[in-house]
């Protein structure tokens, strides 16, 4: 049996702000096909905005339109298909990289990279090719790296969702299905960030500061944050940043006067071309520098390549925080539960799903770290 939601739908990228006056997304009411043999049919309990979604609306990372945005989010599975392993009434998180599990790479332990995950989350189906949702002039909305979470109800594959305790808040769980996987992977997992080491984090959205909460987590002895928007870099401090400093040009001179001569870990999470070469600066010799942000496709990055050699410098990219979402989600959720990774600071903003464009607005002009679509 269809059920019916409303749902953020994108009808059309590049559109100028301010997109509460453009409209770019507009609320809908869809027809949603049940869960096939391995999927989910979930109540969405909470959504967040993210950079990712603001790329697919401003054109810089090309979907199939129109399109039910949205990939990060927790709820409550309502039915589950054939083999689908989860039960009505269990609370999940929802990742945006639908892992098959048998794929050379998930067989491995490197389930960001899962092939057939990658293919369809770029044909805007689900993880077995199927499209769910239909909108009343006939048309077939895709779906949004598997879980198009701006929405009511939502048709998952059941390889996009953790099990998580039912007690935990959907407003918060959300956060763990992208910027804390995101940003708490890329400090403990691509950077491996150790007891002592000096660490920068360059943006400071949901991600970076997710990723400075696990750098400290992990005993960092310092962690530069730096941003151009005056108030993340003070929250950046009431987080346990040991300084906060302004982006732009005197940032690399800035960053290495406070760690002498280089950070030996340094994260940027802006997906800003020229930042990830600052970034890459800022890293003293034999240090690390993660790059987890999205540029546009395409763009060229310039750096010195004799460095790489001579310096023993380490240049790594972050997908998905190099995460493994079931083991990890319950993870974070277990150091946030701790206190060791208090999540709930990056919580800046809640809205109602027809107040999204402009939420998208509020994230453009760096007015907020995360925030969060609530149902119900």
Same mark, same amino acid.
Request: glycine share 14%; net charge negative.
């Given at each position: 049996m269809s059920e019916t939601t409303r749902a953020a739908v994108l009808v059309e990228s590049g559109r100028p702000g301010p997109y509460a006056e453009s409209?770019?997304?507009?609320? %809908?009411? +869809?027809?949603?096909?049940?869960?096939?043999?391995?999927?989910?049919?979930?109540?969405?309990?909470? %959504?967040? +905005?993210?950079?990712?979604?603001?790329?697919?609306?401003?054109?810089s990372r090309p979907r199939p339109l129109p399109m039910a945005l949205g990939h990060e989010a927790a709820g409550e599975v309502v039915a589950a298909g054939e083999g689908a392993e989860f039960r009505p009434g269990d609370h999940v998180v929802l990742a945006f990289v639908p892992a098959c599990g048998s794929c050379e790479r998930c067989v491995a332990g490197r389930p960001a990279l899962c092939g057939p995950g990658a293919r369809a989350n770029g044909a805007g189906t689900l993880l077995g090719g199927g499209m769910r949702f239909t909108a009343g002039d006939g048309s077939r909305p895709y779906h949004h790296l598997g879980v198009s979470a701006f929405s009511e109800y939502t048709v998952v594959s059941s390889r996009s969702a953790v099990r998580v305790d039912p007690d935990l808040p959907y407003e918060i769980a959300a956060l763990f299905g992208c910027a804390v996987l995101t940003g708490a992977g890329a400090a403990l997992y691509s950077a491996d960030v150790k007891p002592g080491d000096s660490v920068a984090v360059f943006g400071l959205g949901g991600v970076g500061l997710a990723a400075l909460l696990a750098a400290r987590a992990a005993g960092a002895a310092s962690v530069v944050a730096v941003d151009v928007v005056a108030s993340k870099r003070e929250l950046a401090l009431r987080l346990g940043a040991t300084h906060a400093v302004a982006g732009g040009g005197e940032a690399v001179a800035e960053v290495k006067d406070l760690t002498g001569g280089g950070a030996e870990k340094v994260i940027d999470t802006t997906g800003v071309v020229a930042v990830l070469e600052q970034a890459y600066a800022a890293t003293r010799p034999g240090g690390t520098t993660v790059t987890v942000g999205l540029p546009a496709p395409g763009l060229p990055v310039t750096l010195p390549a004799l460095s790489l050699v001579a310096e023993e410098r380490t240049l790594r990219g972050s997908y998905l925080g190099s995460s493994v979402p079931r083991r990890d989600v319950p993870r974070f959720i277990g150091m946030y539960r701790a206190g060791s990774l208090p999540v709930d600071g990056l919580l800046s903003h809640r809205l109602a799903l027809e107040e999204i464009n402009a939420g998208f607005d509020r994230l453009h002009g760096g007015e907020a770290v995360r925030q969060v679509v609530t149902f119900g």
């Open positions: 409209a770019p997304i507009e609320v %809908a009411t +869809l027809r949603l096909d049940p869960p096939g043999p391995g999927e989910l049919l979930v109540r969405v309990g909470a %959504a967040g +905005l993210c950079h990712s979604d603001l790329s697919v609306i401003n054109g």
